[in-house]
């Protein structure tokens, strides 16, 4: 039986150097969650992060990671959302 490394991080600020850290860390998924589409961020989130930041790590980590790493992140849905909102997300 194997087993998998799976790292649920936050956006450390987008502070590039973290995410080098854990990407390279040797994980088989680095995850980060965007939790809602873009327009309803505000109301959701934590305000020290945003949408741009979260997809900018998902994006660092995507490049930093050695190749076979999977890269993931999660919404909500329920919070007011749109179909057309999430389709753009997706």
């Not at 969650?33 to 949408?51: K, Y």
Request: with cysteine.
């Amino acid at each position: 039986m194997s087993s998998v490394t799976y790292d649920a991080v936050p956006d450390f600020q987008g502070d590039s150097k973290c995410v080098e850290r854990v990407a390279t860390s040797g994980l088989d998924v680095f995850a980060h969650n965007i939790e809602t589409v873009e327009e309803l961020q505000a109301s959701v989130r934590d305000r020290r992060a945003n949408f741009t930041q979260s997809i900018h790590v998902l994006q660092m980590a995507k490049e930093m990671a050695p190749p076979g790493t999977l890269t993931k992140t999660s919404i909500m849905l329920g919070c007011g959302e749109t179909p057309v909102q999430v389709m753009n997300l997706l």
